[in-house]
């Protein structure tokens, strides 16, 4: 049994079954994450986003847990699209050159190994930015705020988002046609939905470095 299921995570189908369960739980915590987040904006002095935090903090050891299991999907799904995407390119070179001198690659699909090595790039800085800085004093909150606020940390952020939500849209696409679910009847709804969810899902993480850039953590809402 153990053989049987190693020879198919060994397999070309098998990698690419892989690569579109790491990416459907990947896309499942970006989903959790930004929801999160949004408590940012749910009062002027960012003791929402505060109490979010602690009690993420207050986890412990799971939450460890949580981090290295998400580390682990983001670099399973990485190096398992850079395999499969190089094992295609040597088993098919001319058929790929046809198909994008035809159109029937999107930008999106021809730079995915790109926006996701962006993404990770960016998920690096983003953890040693926040996760490791000294929020003590001032809080989580009013750190995120000050980052966002400053042209840099905001248009690192917000071009990043731009690459998420051009991975996103091909991603979602790709991995019901990989899981088998594909037909003409449903596949332009699942086109749709996937894009819907890319611009949605980025569209709400760029929001905060405009709204930090605007506002400044003094949000006219609240």
Not at 106 to 123: D, K, Y
């Amino acid at each position: 049994m153990f053989s049987r299921c190693g020879a198919f995570l060994r397999s070309s189908i098998g990698k690419k079954a892989s690569m579109a369960v790491t990416g459907l739980l990947l896309i499942g915590f970006l989903v959790v994450h930004v929801i999160g987040n949004l408590t940012l904006f749910a009062d002027g002095d960012g003791s929402a986003f505060n109490a979010y935090a602690h009690k993420l903090e207050s986890l412990g050891p799971l939450k460890i847990v949580a981090e290295v299991v998400l580390g682990v999907l983001f670099l399973v799904h990485l190096g398992l699209g850079m395999r499969t995407a190089m094992e295609n390119r040597e088993a098919r070179p001319k058929r790929y050159k046809d198909l994008a001198a035809k159109g029937a690659r999107s930008p999106a699909s021809m730079t995915m190994l790109v926006t996701g090595v962006v993404i990770l790039v960016f998920l690096v800085i983003h953890i040693i930015d926040f996760r490791l800085a000294d929020f003590s004093k001032q809080g989580l909150a009013a750190l995120v705020i000050e980052r966002l606020s400053s042209p840099l940390g905001a248009g690192i952020y917000f071009v990043a988002m731009l690459f998420l939500a051009s991975h996103l849209g091909h991603a979602f696409q790709s991995l019901f046609q990989t899981l088998g679910l594909r037909h003409p009847s449903y596949t332009p709804a699942i086109k749709t939905v996937g894009i819907a969810i890319a611009v949605l899902v980025a569209g709400l993480f760029a929001v905060f470095p405009v709204a930090c850039m605007l506002f400044e953590g003094r949000w006219p809402w609240s």
